[in-house]
């Protein structure tokens, strides 16, 4: 057996990137004992061996592994020297351009993470993290920022969140914890999804799905209220991601036009999961969360409330947003405006029809108990004729005989992930860690990408929808003034 062979029998490669800690575990488990590395054949980028032991020369390797972050290229390896590392993938001879040609893609990827000058001056400069190339930053708030992304296996655009762990108290901690609990369990195509979860020593990097079209806040601020006929396919998507995430017994608490997002032209997303919580048995919730404009009366009372309530006002508050171009209680104070929500004083425009009255009035309800539920409002008149998106269909993380043959979806994953370099052994291997797992990272976009193709198919059910619904009332219309202008003629 040749030494480049010898070498890649040994490496084993980690299933997701190398970080200080991994790096700092290798350097534990390596054992070089009577090895002395030859200097000058270092820096050229090579390694040949020496039986002399020399404890200062390997221990300022061993740092310079550690500063730069990658691994020791070995063109020959004594047997008793090792790297402990998981098993989800074994690499190819990484000392030859045909070596690394050979690999897939997942395996090139980890390997130029490691070891590629590029790569490394990017993170470094902060332009990459694991598996995604960072761009322009989109927002920012007091302890994040959020930036555009690429997957550099998938390239799907990403939204990834920056989070300054020095800002973070515990109660942040806390809410970051719950926000990626939530975002875990929900699979709706109205809802923002979660790819991933990257921690480096002084930063998390949330990754999730990016929606390019702008906020609803912003969109009726620039064009103004929306009429009933447009306001309806929009708010019936919402409705539809509220039931199915209380359907999982998960609350928003920050339901508002700012975290309503467009992906498409009549698209829409609700985002920021950052209150989010599960409750359990319909236990009450005691932490004000939300935006005041938005906030429940029972919020301002010190006193425990329910958190699918509280969701249902800010929803009645956010139609009231769409139809009027203003949010009901208002206040040039933030006292003024708390005594008005807490005295439930607003008014509501004569233009509104009284179907869009009633469901506004019945989720601005004072007592909470007697408020609707989501699934009231589902089943609102307003609403009837409407059309409400359902939830995703879940691929699970272990491909099934059964599951392949029924789901195009199921299907279509395994085999891009298989292209990718991604077996069932890494992922059974990967499961258990959930999103902080750059290989479950890449099972959920490559879903994700599966599943858009089943949104753009309700996203045109949902235009033609409104297309019979729009061709309808002008029937009707046009039958009412024919009939008019016939009885103008009689006269």
């Known amino acids: 057996m040749t030494a480049v062979a010898k070498t890649a029998q040994l490496r084993q490669i980690h299933s997701e ?35 002399v032991y020399n404890p200062p020369l390997r221990e300022q390797l061993l740092r310079e592994k550690l500063a730069n972050a990658k691994s020791a290229k070995m063109d020959s390896i004594d047997e008793t020297s090792s790297v402990v590392r998981t098993n989800s993938a074994q690499s190819l001879p990484v000392t030859s ?17 490691a070891n590629d000058a590029a790569f490394q001056k990017e993170v470094a400069l902060g332009k990459r993290i694991g598996f ?25 655009k990403v939204a990834v969140k920056i989070m300054e762990k020095t800002k973070m108290d515990q109660k942040a901690q806390r809410l970051l914890t719950r926000e990626i609990k939530s975002m875990e369990d929900l699979h709706h195509p109205n809802i923002i999804r979660l790819f991933e979860c990257v921690e480096t020593i002084s930063r998390t990097f949330l990754v999730m799905e990016y929606a390019g079209g702008g906020e609803l806040y912003a969109f009726v601020q620039e064009r103004g209220k929306l009429t009933e006929d447009d306001a309806k396919p929009l708010y019936a998507q919402i409705v ?7 359907s999982k017994d998960i609350v928003h608490r920050d339901i508002k036009a700012e975290n309503v ?39 301002f009372q010190d006193k425990d409330y329910s958190g699918a309530m509280v969701d249902i006002w800010a929803m009645g508050v956010l139609l009231y947003f769409m139809l009027v171009g203003v949010t009901p209680f208002r206040g040039e104070t933030l006292n003024d405006l708390t005594q008005n929500i807490l005295k439930g004083i607003y008014n509501m425009p004569d233009y509104l029809s009284t179907f869009a009255q009633h469901l506004i009035s019945r989720m601005l309800e004072m007592d909470p108990n007697r408020r609707l539920t989501i699934l009231d409002v589902k089943k609102a008149y307003w609403l009837r004729e409407s059309k409400f998106p359902r939830s995703y269909v879940q691929c699970s993380t272990v491909p099934n005989e059964e599951e392949l043959e029924t789901s195009s979806v199921a299907r279509n994953v395994w085999h891009t992930l298989r292209e990718y370099g991604i077996d069932e052994e890494m992922m059974k291997e990967a499961a258990p860690k959930g999103a902080r797992n750059a290989i479950i990272g890449t ?49």
Not at 97 to 113: C, H, K, N
Not at 268 to 283: H, I, P, R, T, W
Not at 460 to 487: G, P, Y
Request: net charge positive.
């Open 17 to 51: 990137p190398a970080t200080i800690s991994s790096i700092q575990t290798d350097i534990s488990n390596m054992q070089i004992k009577g090895t002395q590395f030859d200097l000058p054949n270092v820096i050229n980028g090579s390694m040949t061996t020496k039986n």
């Open 443 to 491: 099972y959920r976009i490559v879903l994700y990408q599966s599943q858009v193709k089943d949104d753009d198919k309700e996203r045109n059910k949902v235009k033609d929808h409104q297309l019979l619904q729009e061709a309808s009332k002008n029937q009707r219309t046009q039958m009412v003034l024919n009939k008019r202008s016939k009885t103008c003629t009689l006269f």
């Open 240 to 246: 539809a991601a509220v039931v199915h995430m209380h």
């Open 132 to 156: 995604y190339r960072l761009g322009k930053e989109l927002g920012a708030g007091n302890f994040s920022k959020v930036k555009l992304g690429v997957h550099v296996l998938t390239k799907e």
């Open 97 to 113: 351009s045909e070596g690394v040609a050979a690999m897939t893609p997942y395996q090139r990827t980890l390997y130029l993470l």
């Open 261 to 299: 997002i467009f992906s498409h032209p009549g698209w829409v997303k609700l985002a920021d999961f950052g209150f989010s919580c599960q409750v359990e048995n319909g236990a009450n919730l005691s932490t004000f969360c939300g935006s005041p404009p938005y906030a429940a009366p029972e919020l």
